[in-house]
């Protein structure tokens, strides 16, 4: 089955610096990838998502880069602020119905 | 409008007890899925209500979990004679669609203490 692994576990950098979490996965045939954020104590909610038939996107500070030949995909947050202090999950379309998820990462931004 | 909210957000029960956790996802939409979240953990996939087709269980780790959705709306995840690793906060998030691409919008969690 699908296995997602997300690196790192976590992250600290200086408020205004920018952030890069790493997801690899299995199954070539997952075509949809979207990544979650969780602050403390709250549910995790979706940022920003991108499909296997583009490359990159981009949402104000943050975008997504996909690599489908070496099946790994990226989230990057420019100038990063405190409240981007959070964990957040990528996750990888299964089964065409599913999603699977990664472990993690917990973001401090310092400031 | 109403997000999707879960109940009891915490319970404490002795192992071997039974539980069950209840989930009402936003009004309207087809899918509700299940999910459990370990400490330090991502979001284990449990099981999927897909409109009115047969529910995908394919992620439930044993037969002492079950859930149920009644009349397309409310879902209830029952797990029996519970241990100790049963202990997780159980997310459920429900989308508008049957389409893998559309948003899961999650409940807050109901956070299982088993003793």
């Known amino acids: 089955g699908e296995n997602v692994e997300q690196h790192p576990s976590t992250l600290s950098v200086q408020e205004g610096d920018s952030a890069v979490i790493k997801c690899t996965y299995s199954?070539?045939?997952?075509?949809?990838f979207p990544w979650y954020k969780q602050e403390l104590g709250k549910r995790p909610q979706l940022i920003i998502d991108?499909?296997?038939?583009?490359g990159e996107k981009k949402d104000q500070r943050i975008a997504v880069t996909l690599n489908k030949t070496a099946k790994h995909f990226s989230l990057h947050i420019t100038e990063t602020q405190p409240e981007d202090s959070a964990v957040y999950f990528c996750?990888?379309?299964?089964?065409?119905?599913?999603?699977?998820f990664g472990a993690g990462t917990i973001l401090r931004v310092k400031s | 409008g109403a997000g999707v909210s879960q109940s009891p957000s915490n319970k404490v029960t002795e192992k071997g007890k039974d539980v069950e956790l209840r989930c009402d996802p936003i009004?309207?939409?087809?899918?509700l899925y299940w999910y459990r979240q370990s400490l330090g953990q991502g979001l284990e996939f449990l099981i999927y209500?897909?409109?009115?087709?047969?529910?995908?269980k394919s992620g439930l780790p044993s037969d002492r979990f079950s859930a149920e959705r009644t009349g397309g709306s409310v879902s209830t995840l029952t797990i029996q004679r519970t241990q100790q690793e049963d202990s997780a906060v159980y997310l459920c998030?429900?989308?508008?669609?049957?389409?893998?691409?559309?948003?899961?919008?999650f409940g807050p969690g109901t956070r299982l203490t088993v003793l």
């Open positions: 998030a429900s989308t508008g669609g049957l389409a893998v691409t559309d948003t899961q919008y």
């Open positions: 209500f897909q409109g009115n087709s047969a529910p995908d």
């Open positions: 996750a990888a379309s299964i089964d065409g119905n599913k999603l699977v």
């Open positions: 991108i499909r296997s038939n583009v």
């Open positions: 009004s309207g939409h087809t899918a």
């Open positions: 199954d070539s045939a997952s075509n949809y």
